[in-house]
Nanobody, 130 residues
Framework: QVQLVESGGGLVQPGGSLRLSCVADELALDYYSIGWFRQAPGKEREGVSCFSAWDHSTHYADSVKGRFIISRDSAANAFWLQMNNLKFEDTAVYYC???????????????????????WGQGTQVTVSS
């Protein structure tokens, strides 16, 4: 599978901000549904924010709504997750993902099994600590 390349994770204080980047060299992102997922130790994977290229809908998990923003730049062939007002519970490994096959909403994409999404980033650690 083609992998996406992530960057931007790190250590940040509560209330701070980070911007995660996901670059796809071979994917025309205008035609791909994209999303960000996270997983903390002892917890199940959570869909943070997903955008469907099928119906152009955007979904945010309730826990991040109003704080996180997903965006895309077709010219740069990349997409980002802007994270503001970070909280302790945002600490996790964050993964970007993409799929050409999805014919569902962004909300549905954020609940899909990992095996359903063919393209994944390598993961980047976000740690929120005082």
């Amino acid at each position: 599978q083609v992998q996406l390349v992530e960057s931007g994770g790190g250590l940040v204080q509560p209330g701070g901000s980070l911007r995660l980047s996901c670059v796809a060299d071979e994917l025309a992102l205008d035609y791909y549904s994209i999303g960000w997922f996270r997983q903390a130790p002892g917890k199940e994977r959570e869909g943070v924010s997903c955008f469907s290229a099928w119906d152009h809908s955007t979904h945010y998990a309730d826990s991040v709504k109003g704080r996180f923003i997903i965006s895309r730049d077709s010219a740069a062939n990349a997409f980002w997750l802007q994270m503001n007002n970070l909280k302790f519970e945002d600490t996790a490994v964050y993964y970007c993902a993409a799929s050409y096959e999805i014919r569902t909403s962004g909300q549905a994409m954020c609940t899909m099994a990992s095996q359903t999404l063919p393209y994944w980033g390598q993961g980047t650690q976000v740690t929120v600590s005082s």
